[in-house]
């Protein structure tokens, strides 16, 4: 047995078909009749209005969305075994052109309200430090746990007091709504999250993402993520292929299909 990541598996069928039917001519970039369908479609999902974007990977999307919530100067709170602190290369400060990450402790790659409230305390509002401008939680953690929808609702409201962004990397997110057995917008905008990088290709993709935007400046946040779309170099010609590949997961349940049989999997391996 071969206990390789996630990235190893192969396309899920569905996902290939769905690839394969979007093969014919359509508009460039993301004007075709896949990718205009993403905002109707997460909206759908999170029972909100959503602007989405696919984007080409996970990287890509956790930086370019704390691109959009935090500026040069700030600082991003985020556990210390973070994706975003120790495998991006230093991504979200490149895309933000040096905002600053702040690694914190807590078991089970987990934030806690009070740990984030601590840190918050323990920086000077003088111009000689750096100030907190956003959260950024993974759900499901790199080590496995999940953050439950009180548990997202709690980080939201310090977040909110406090007048921070509040990202969440989802690389694993179907698994987290999969066992938690939650609507999606639980652990998500009703919990306060401002952007949520939605993982595809973890999850039976074959390439891309998704960035979603929540709230009051969704629009503004996903127009200006787009232009970061383009200027890193991610903006596909053909991103009808990679739409095609998020509406078939996210438009009959394929998503949660597929992350519930990978969390039984893991239980079985879990009890022998």
Known sequence: MHFYSDNATPVCPEVMAAI?????????????????????????????EVKALWIATGTAANSIALACLCPPYGGVLAHEEAHIVVDECGAPGFFTHGATLMPMAG???????????????????????????????????????????????????????????????????????????????????????????????????????????????????AAEAARWRKRSGHLFSKGRYLAAQLLAQIEDGLWLRNARAANAAAQALAVG
């Open 20 to 48: 394969a039917a979007a093969d014919h001519a359509d508009h460039g970039y993301d004007g075709d009749a896949w990718s205009v369908r993403l905002d109707g479609a997460f909206s759908a999902l999170f029972e909100t």
């Open 107 to 221: 078991d089970g790659a987990k934030l806690t309200p009070d740990a984030v409230r601590a840190r918050l305390r323990a920086i000077r509002p003088d111009v000689h430090q750096v100030p907190a401008r956003a959260i950024s939680i993974t759900n499901a953690t790199e080590y496995g746990l999940v953050y439950t929808p009180d548990d997202v609702a709690a980080l939201g409201a310090v977040a909110k007091a406090h007048g921070l962004g509040f990202h969440m990397d989802g690389a694993r997110f179907a698994n987290a709504v999969a066992h938690l057995e939650c609507a999606p917008a639980d652990i998500s905008w009703r919990a306060g999250v401002d952007a949520l990088s939605f993982g595809c290709v973890k999850n039976g993709g074959l390439v891309g993402e998704a960035l979603l935007f929540f709230g009051p400046q969704a629009e503004t946040r």
